[in-house]
Structure formats: C-alpha cells, structure tokens
C-alpha cells in the first residue's frame, strides 16, 4: 500500500535513540502541553493538543512560558483534547467520588480559542463523541475504575476517527502509558496494542526505525 502521509502523535515519555529525524520527517506531528517530547523526539510541530481543562491547563494559560514555548509558536493549530460539555456531564460524579479533583473539570478552552485566534492559528475542539467511543472501547480491555481516558489516547482516538485517509500511516512515539493515577493506562495500553495488530497504528520503536531507514 502507497502511503499518502505519515502522521506522527509523539507523547512526552521517552523515546528511542534516533527517532527524531524520523519524526521531523512525517508529514504531520503532534505533541502535547509544553511539548517535552522536543530534542530526543525530533522539534516540528504542527499540532499542540492541549489538555484544556484543570490545573494543567490553568499552569498553561496562566504564564508567559507555554506561549513563548518555540514549538507552540512553530505549531499552525490548537487542539482541546477535552469537551467542555462532555466535562460539565461528568463534573457532579467526579465530585462525588472525588472530592480531591473538584477543578479537574474546570473548562479553560476559551482562553486556548482566544490564544489560536490571536496569534493566526487553526483550533479544534475534540468532540464528546470520540470520549464517549474511547471510553466504550477501553471496555474491552478491563480499565478497572477510572476518571477519564488520558489526553494521549482521546488524540490518537479524534485522530483515527476524524483525521486520517485510509492510506494514511498514523504512527504513535513517546507513548509510556504511565502517569496519573485515574487514567486507566493498562487498558489504554491494550487497547494500543489492539490497534497496532489490526494495522490502523503503529509504533515508532527500533523495528519501525530500522524499517525507516532501510526506506520502507
């Protein structure tokens, strides 16, 4: 199969040796918040998916540091991983059972839409929908109890369903599947895993490296 464009979603754990000109390369790159995943995962950037709601988005809106970041101002678009609607819904159950994360639905979008809009760049909300389908597929996999899938996996989702040709290459990098406590990251892991054998993913690891560099 002819490959029309590679898209590449680099997380901000690590990566392996060399995977940067392999990166820089692709035809779209996605990152995440400040972005980490620059200097061993490759520096282009097209997209910065965001997570838009809580404390993470607050530390990015709240100082100068996030927008003077060199790949947020290389990137053409924004993306808000989080629904403000789908957060709204959710608000009241994770207040109940979670007292301790009472701002983890508080909804920042509109201060990363007047960011976008300010400084010339595309920007997309990812809609409900590919949460609530996330959260119907990590059944599959015993996600156990969690509060909501991570911002990785919401992209990777939005990315599969909304934004890739059929004979697009969607290629993930820097995914650990570890972090915070609430995101069920052994499913999410599984569920990668699940998507990688049925060939709609891939992962930058040193196969696909070798692979890269023999031109294939």
């Known amino acids: 199969m002819t490959v029309s464009?590679?898209?590449?979603?680099?997380?901000n754990g690590p990566v392996p040796e060399g995977a940067a000109p392999v990166i820089d390369a692709a035809d779209l790159v996605i990152r995440f918040n400040d972005c980490r995943s620059c200097g061993a995962g490759g520096e282009k950037t097209d997209i910065v998916a965001v997570c838009n709601t809580?404390?993470?988005?607050?530390a990015?809106?709240?100082?100068?540091?996030?927008?003077?970041n060199a790949a947020v101002r290389q990137a053409r678009e924004i993306?808000?991983?989080?629904?403000?609607?789908?957060f709204r819904e959710l608000r009241p159950e994770i207040e109940k059972r979670h007292p301790h994360l009472d701002d983890l639905c508080d909804d920042y979008t509109d201060g990363f839409r007047a960011f976008a809009e300010a400084t010339?760049?595309?920007?997309?909300?990812?809609?409900?929908?590919?949460?609530?389908n996330a959260d119907a597929e990590l059944k599959r996999f015993g996600p156990g109890d969690y509060v909501v899938p991570s911002s990785g996996l919401i992209v990777v989702a939005e990315v599969l369903a909304h934004w890739c040709g059929a004979s697009d290459r969607v290629v993930i990098a820097g995914f650990g599947h570890a972090g915070?406590?609430?995101?069920?990251?052994?499913?999410?892991?599984?569920?990668?895993?699940?998507?990688i054998s049925?060939?709609?993913?891939?992962?930058?690891?040193?196969?696909?490296?070798?692979?890269?560099a023999q031109g294939a």
Not at 54 to 58: E, I, K, S, T, Y
Not at 120 to 132: I, K, L, M, Q
Not at 180 to 195: G, S, T
């Open 79 to 86: 993306w808000c991983a989080r629904a403000a609607e789908k």
């Open 198 to 212: 049925k060939g709609r993913l891939a992962r930058l690891d040193q196969n696909y490296l070798s692979a890269f």
């Open 180 to 195: 915070w406590e609430w995101h069920p990251f052994a499913a999410e892991r599984r569920y990668v895993d699940d998507l």
């Open 54 to 58: 809580g404390r993470p988005a607050l």
């Open 120 to 132: 010339g760049r595309a920007f997309h909300t990812v809609p409900a929908s590919t949460h609530e």
């Open 60 to 68: 990015m809106l709240g100082g100068g540091g996030w927008k003077s």
């Open 5 to 11: 464009r590679t898209i590449m979603i680099v997380g």
